[in-house]
């Protein structure tokens, strides 16, 4: 394959947006005959992640991780696709013209990169990614490529996210300082939920940890698969005295409703990673924001772009202007990918306009 | 540095005084001398340097960054410190030269290899030290996948990442003794280098207080007085005797804290005019009169201006001092120094500011033109002439007059007046009554109760008994107040919006209109909100009635039904009015509440705005001279 230089993807006759193009379902591939995390219904879906605005249902076929497909299948109903296929990390297969092969993302379980390489151009479609350690799922694959597509979900440099395990240290000085009061972490229920609850056991944290009903499911799909999570207790049905003292995890809309009435002067946190931006956690009444992101941060986005050695950058959902702005003074061709749907997982847990799970 | 930055960061968050007290008086628990000291100086505006200007600010950003994205940052941000403290990159050589000429890396980790390499081999030895000594060691709990995918993923950010501009690394970043007391003595010109080190030594959080702190713009809802609370906390000694000795403490307090830790003796206050906690009154209910005698008490007007203490004294060679404090003991002698000329019989005089013009005391709102003032112009002072109407004498020159009853207290207080003879500073008369009724009638109608021309600054009467002394907080039975009746209007609930911490699940901030004729008839113009008043039964009754009522939503407000045969009438309960051009109505309300719900009322039957214009009219003429 060849490396960093673009130019060389024009010689042998392919030009990248004759492999993948932005269209109206979500990014096509001709030669290949499928999309990647298409937002309507198309014949043939390869997906990167569970994540709702990335992982529909109805589509024909859908090739993905088997975590992918196993969270789906849990979200949507045993007939959430016509057919399924699993696909290994490192796995690599033929789809028409182009070989399609699965690289690990480190964003959630089982999320996944795609290669897709047509003759002796690649063109890497990342999905959503970050670098920083995540003892919840497999960590990031570097893959060097022509063309990588990446998110900008946090494309600007003032957000730089910090060492996860700093901001749970937070929480538990929180829970030390304020023993009457409970605890209420809103965190998205795939994969920062868990992420948070493993971090707390490594911080050395071992009393039980409530769930909000909605965080159930998945989490103990995480656990089925390995993950050690602790003892973890619905939190239905317990006292409110009982909950002095405890953390609970749910889904973010829940900790500014009605159902926080069950808990004793609780004490709002959230895990995201918008919560670097003050204005941000105070505009939804956030007395504890956790700096925690299952995306790359600013530094983080550069490094990988820099390191793939691709030529030619595509910035898609999140803010393309100025990671473009980035590349392009770096010496990259780079433009923003026009893909819309994305950014909305958990339809109801995301009432901040254009904050994506983050 | 970084402590303190974690204590505002964290103070900013938090709703609660409860919960802010203990994060502070945590923080001076937990952080030792000078750095604590200098922390209650923070808090309290105690601390006195040069601030930096915004544009110093700006410019220190633009040597480091690209143009594009800072300007794409701060339209994100909103806030210019923060956007700084963000974004501020280490000093790190970064490869400049374009990224298309590298071969490319091995297929291993993102980072140390690719875009920074240059940048890795030149601090990677700095770096690693610098992590053993910080204790932070990233968590290498193997991954339960490991294996699952094929090999060749790097995991997670190994050491090497420490190059990762985020990681703060040496030199240490600096004490806030350090950044206070070089802020003392920098000249203007020395500023931005230091400034630019600082930013480079602290985390992200330290660089944000450390620029709030520099520009002056602290703002993270703390008063001066919370902050002696959490202090006094401390040794649980009572907040009122750290007021009282606080004029005469400087920072960073080592005494103070002392005195709080056991390990000496409470600090002489050797301030000539220090301030003396304020003694308040209870709110009188009907239902208390039965168990007070009349003659037990002392009764005077109520006025509707601002107490204060007015305090002179002598310090060592003899010379006057004199000090105005609010009720909370906050200095406000610069904004009222046409007042200061008047103090000069040392001694503490407890009474109100008022504007009188001819003789006559002004409303409430013509005082407002006075308050929270930057400058005290000489037109202000003429147009506003400042008042002082006395009701209590603390201290006689050296004598502390505290511990007397109140009805010697009052004489005492008559001749120290007469002896000042003064025409700033004029008595509070008594309000003669032998009953209760006669006390009613009076309040009812000050006017022709002695007020005279001054009525209309009456709020109410004032019941002191005679023999109590002068203790500071709010004692059980010894004074009262005894409010006008506020005013009252019905209007509508319009919107609502979530309340904060507690409140965070309840529509509990409410704004409410009253009608208008509009283009197509009658309409609802919003005049004010109220977020208090109501019992806790009251706010679940209108929490569900929002929710049920809904007929939109704008982020966290909602739009409430309110058309003339559908919706909620509020009792509102407002102590004045003042004309404002910046809401629509026109008028804005002061000390607005929700006094009662109207279950029973149809909207269409709730006040007009007229109404409120009427009292407005009243009052207008006084404010425009």
């Known amino acids: 394959m060849t490396r960093s230089d673009g130019n060389a993807a024009y010689i042998a006759g392919m030009r990248p947006q004759d492999i993948l193009l932005p269209a109206a379902a979500g990014l096509c591939c001709k030669p290949g005959g499928f999309h990647i995390d298409p937002v309507r219904p198309v014949e043939r879906a390869v997906i990167t992640h569970g994540h709702s605005d990335h992982a529909r249902a109805g589509h024909g076929a859908v090739l993905a991780t088997q975590e992918t497909l196993d969270m789906m299948r849990l979200r949507y109903g045993e007939n959430f696709a016509g057919s399924t296929q699993a696909i290994r990390y490192g796995e690599e297969i033929r789809l028409g013209d182009v070989r399609v092969k699965f690289h690990p993302a480190g964003h959630v379980l089982g999320s996944a990169q795609i290669a897709v390489t047509c003759k002796e151009t690649c063109i890497v479609a990342s999905g959503d990614y970050k670098d920083a350690s995540d003892p919840t799922c497999t960590p990031f694959e570097l893959v060097p490529c022509d063309v990588f597509i990446t998110e900008a979900t946090f494309g600007l440099p003032v957000f730089r996210h910090g060492d996860a395990a700093d901001e749970v240290r937070k929480l538990l000085a929180s829970v030390a300082l304020f023993p009457e009061r409970a605890h209420l972490v809103g965190a998205y229920s795939l994969g920062k939920a868990q992420r948070v609850i493993k971090l707390l056991r490594q911080a050395g944290y071992d009393a039980p940890i409530y769930l909000h009903g909605a965080m159930e499911t998945i989490t103990h799909y995480y656990q089925s698969r390995g993950i050690e999570l602790g003892e973890l207790r619905p939190v239905k049905g317990v006292k409110k005295a009982a909950l002095a003292g405890t953390i609970t995890l749910a889904p973010p809309s829940a900790t500014s409703d009605l159902w926080t009435r069950r808990f004793p002067d609780p004490v709002t946190a959230f895990a995201s990673g918008w919560m670097r931006v003050r204005a941000r956690a105070r505009q939804r009444g956030v007395e504890l924001p956790l700096v925690i992101s299952d995306h790359a941060d600013w530094d983080g986005l550069t490094a990988t772009i820099g390191a793939t050695g691709a030529g030619e950058i595509w910035v898609t959902h999140g803010q393309e202007d100025a990671l473009v702005h980035w590349c392009r003074s770096k010496g990259l061709k780079a433009q923003p990918l026009d893909l819309v749907g994305y950014g909305d997982e958990e339809e109801s847990e995301t009432p901040v306009q254009g904050e994506a799970e983050a | ?625």
């Open chain 2, 1 to 625: 540095m970084n402590r303190f930055a974690e204590l505002l960061d964290r103070l900013a968050y938090e709703p609660g005084r409860n919960n802010k007290l203990r994060l502070i008086t945590g923080y001076f628990r937990e952080v030792g001398d000078p750095d604590r000291g200098y922390a209650l100086a923070a808090l309290t505006g105690a601390l006195s340097f040069k601030h930096a200007k915004p544009a110093l600010i700006r410019d220190l950003i633009a040597s480091r960054t690209d143009e594009v994205l800072f300007g794409l940052s701060y339209d994100y941000v909103g806030d210019l410190s923060e956007t700084v403290a963000l974004m501020w990159p280490k000093r790190v050589v970064y490869d400049n030269q374009s990224l298309l000429g590298h071969p490319s890396p091995p297929p291993s980790p993102a980072r140390g290899e690719g875009a920074q390499r240059g940048a890795a081999q030149q601090t990677r030895f700095k770096t690693d030290s610098s992590l053993a000594s910080d204790g932070r060691t990233s968590p290498t709990v193997p991954s339960p996948l490991a294996g699952e995918g094929q090999g060749g993923g790097h995991s997670g950010r190994d050491p090497n990442e420490s190059i990762h501009p985020s990681n703060h690394n040496n030199p240490p970043p600096p004490t806030l003794t350090e950044v206070v007391t070089t802020l003392r003595t920098l000249g203007k010109t020395e500023l931005p280098k230091q400034l630019e080190r600082w930013l480079d030594e602290l985390d992200e959080t330290g660089r944000w207080a450390l620029l709030k702190l520099v520009t002056g713009a602290l703002r993270i809802g703390i008063s001066a007085r919370l902050a002696k609370t959490a202090a006094a906390a401390l040794g649980d000694k009572d907040p009122h005797e750290v007021e009282l000795i606080w004029p005469g403490l400087i920072p960073p307090y080592l005494d103070l804290f002392a005195w709080l830790e056991g390990r000496a003796d409470k600090p002489v206050n050797r301030d000539p005019a220090p301030f003396r906690p304020v003694m308040l009154a209870h709110a009188i209910e009907d239902a208390d009169f039965a168990a007070l005698d009349p003659a037990d008490y002392i009764a005077e007007w109520k006025w509707d201006g601002i107490r204060v203490q007015a305090v002179a004294g002598r310090d060592e060679r003899g010379h006057v001092t004199a000090r105005l404090y609010s009720r909370t003991g906050e200095d406000i002698t610069g904004s009222f120094p046409d007042l200061v000329p008047s103090l000069r019989l040392p001694g503490a005089i407890d009474g109100e500011l008022l504007i009188l013009r001819e003789g006559r005391v002004q409303s409430f709102n013509v005082l407002q033109q006075r308050l929270n003032r930057k400058v005290v112009s000489p037109k202000l002072i003429k147009e506003f002439p400042i008042h002082l109407r006395a009701y209590d004498l603390l201290g006689d020159d050296e004598n502390d007059l505290r511990e007397l009853p109140f009805a010697e207290r009052r004489e005492r207080l008559e001749s120290f007046i007469k002896k000042l003879d003064d025409p700033r500073i004029d008595l509070s008369p008594t309000v003669p009554f032998a009953s209760w009724e006669a006390l009613t009638a009076a309040r009812a109608d000050p006017a022709s109760a002695g007020a005279g021309e001054d009525a209309d600054a009456v709020e109410g009467v004032m019941l002191k008994r005679r023999d109590a002394p002068y203790l500071p907080g709010r004692p059980k039975g010894q004074w009262w107040k005894w409010k006008r009746d506020p005013h009252i209007i019905d209007a509508v609930l319009m919107y609502a919006q979530r309340g904060h911490g507690k409140r965070s699940s309840y529509y509990s901030d409410y704004t409410f209109g009253v009608w208008t004729a509009g283009e197509g008839g009658d309409e609802l113009v919003p005049v004010g909100k109220a977020y208090f008043g109501f019992t806790d039964e009251e706010l679940l009754q209108i929490d569900r009635f929002v929710r049920r009522n809904t007929t939109e939503k704008f982020g966290p407000v909602r739009h409430v039904v309110h058309e003339g045969d559908k919706g909620l009438v509020l009792e509102v309960a407002f102590e004045g009015l003042q004309r404002s051009p910046r809401h629509k109505s026109g008028v804005a309300m002061r000390f607005p509440r929700i006094s009662r719900l109207r279950w029973d009322k149809p909207p269409k039957e709730a006040d007009r705005l007229e109404t409120l214009e009427r009292m407005l009219k009243a009052e207008a003429a006084e404010i425009e001279v």
